[in-house]
């Protein structure tokens, strides 16, 4: 191949073309230039490299004719419009105990023997059965012994209400008539005595015994009297109600005797079963000494520490959710305590569990309360989020763009550039997330697909339009409103 030069500097090319000319020769005349196959293949890519540069030349000159541009489609995207909340609700779970309603240590009121255990640990018990029994000897004995002292002072009672008898009353009355006699007889001798001393027969010393013998008499006389007359008026009535009282004293004591022996036996207070049994027969115990212990069969109850603002939020009778060993019921609030746990610093919520929960005291219970958060800002799906920097979070916003779409010969288009918006997750609740950010209230962001945007992008909305609302894991489908942007 022969390269002519018409120009006094040759350009690149032609350079290339004449490296091989002859020194000697000088630039007299143009020498035919023969390429090896070796040096053919380092020319070829030069020479491209050349022409690649001519054509990237010829695009930045301004006298060129202008290629024909490529119009590139809006990404379909689905939406969502956000809506600003003042609060949100958050679900905690809180631990605590399962309980039987009722629990007692049992005992006896009085120490003694034991005598008899009736049941075994596990046994079902009812109300009122007997489940124990001291000895009670001693209590019996007592009890025959008031017995007797309550039949001898019932006996005396009867005899003063009804009154003397009739042959007491002729006795009394004969013993005052023979009195009297004597007393007449002495008062006689003391007359003839007296005319003795007058004339000297006597002494006055002699005289004065039968005075004293006369007066003995009458004194004995005026008691008979008293007693007849008391015998005929019958028993007073004071000494009824002292015999009463000691009748009825008589009755306390025995009554209290019956009380002993009753206690003697220890019974059931409620419907339950044996869960503990702590002495067998022959064991002396002292009063109140423990012997069994009763858990109440039937309904448990949830005995759970919460926090005081947690606390605040429940209102007694409300219904609750409770998890046991994986199982839920619908628990009622049956009680708030008013104090809070020392060492816990929670308040203790007592739950009702429904009648047929399976639960056994000891389990541990999980109790799930709503609180409710106040906070500004906004729900959205978990879909829309995107990993930002900083171990934050941002979401897609759509920016209108009003510009003229050639496809659609001229209408303005529907189609929006996507911006970045940083976003930081407050809550999660299933599929939907409540944030806060740079988002403003009516702020129109991508809700789907975001895997396949970048910052600046142009998307339109598609005919469907995600709309998250309040009630957890709910997302709604609605037709868009495009009027707004």
Request: proline share 5%.
């Amino acid at each position: 191949m022969t390269l002519q030069t018409s120009t006094p500097e040759p350009s690149l090319p032609q350079q290339l073309e004449l490296f091989h000319r002859d020194e000697a020769v000088g630039r007299s005349r143009p020498k035919p230039v023969r390429l090896s196959w070796r040096k053919l293949v380092a020319v070829v890519p030069l020479a491209l490299l050349v022409g690649g540069v001519a054509i990237r030349t010829n695009a930045f000159n301004p006298n060129a004719e202008p290629q024909e541009s490529v119009s590139i489609r809006p990404l379909p995207v689905e939406t969502l419009e956000v809506t600003l909340s003042e609060s949100y609700e958050t679900q905690r779970t809180y631990t605590g105990d399962i309980e039987a309603r009722r629990t007692s240590e049992l005992g006896f009121e009085q120490s003694g023997l034991v005598v008899r255990m009736l049941v075994e640990e596990g046994d079902r018990v009812i109300a009122n059965q007997v489940i124990a029994e001291l000895d009670t000897q001693r209590l019996l004995a007592q009890r025959q012994e008031l017995l007797a002292q309550k039949a001898q002072a019932e006996a005396d009672l009867s005899e003063l209400v009804a009154g003397p008898r009739f042959e007491t009353i002729s006795s009394s009355q004969a013993n005052v008539r023979d009195l009297e006699a004597q007393l007449e007889l002495a008062e006689q001798r003391y007359q003839r005595r007296q005319q003795l001393l007058t004339e000297g027969a006597i002494s006055t010393e002699e005289l004065d015994e039968f005075i004293s013998d006369r007066n003995a008499i009458q004194a004995r006389l005026d008691a008979a009297n008293s007693d007849l007359e008391e015998l005929q008026t019958g028993s007073r009535s004071e000494d009824i109600t002292a015999q009463q009282a000691v009748v009825r004293s008589l009755d306390a004591r025995i009554g209290t005797l019956d009380v002993d022996i009753a206690k003697s036996q220890l019974r059931a207070p409620f419907d339950g079963r044996v869960a503990l049994r702590h002495v067998d027969e022959g064991v002396v115990i002292s009063a109140g000494q423990t012997v069994l212990r009763l858990v109440e069969d039937g309904a448990m109850e949830a005995r759970v520490g919460l926090p005081v603002q947690a606390a605040a939020n429940l209102e007694v009778g409300s219904e609750q959710a409770v998890f046991v060993d994986g199982r839920e019921y619908s628990a009622t609030v049956k009680s708030l305590l008013p104090e809070l746990n020392s060492s816990t610093r929670t308040i203790s919520a007592i739950l009702s569990l429904p009648d047929g929960a399976i639960a056994a005291p000891g389990e541990v219970v999980r109790v799930a309360i709503v609180d409710r958060v106040q906070g500004r800002g906004y729900w959205l799906p978990a879909t829309a989020l995107v990993r930002s920097d900083r171990g934050l979070w941002s979401t897609y916003a759509l920016s209108s763009t009003n510009t003229l779409d050639p496809v659609s010969s001229g209408s303005e288009a529907d189609d929006f550039t996507v911006q970045r918006q940083q976003v930081e997750v407050l809550q999660t609740d299933g599929d939907r997330v409540f944030v806060r950010g740079t988002l403003q209230p009516g702020d129109r962001i991508v809700a789907t697909g975001t895997h396949r945007i970048v910052v600046g992008q142009r998307v339109t909305p598609t005919d469907t339009e995600l709309d998250v609302v309040s009630e957890p894991g709910v997302v709604t489908v609605r037709r868009p409103n495009y009027s707004q942007h």
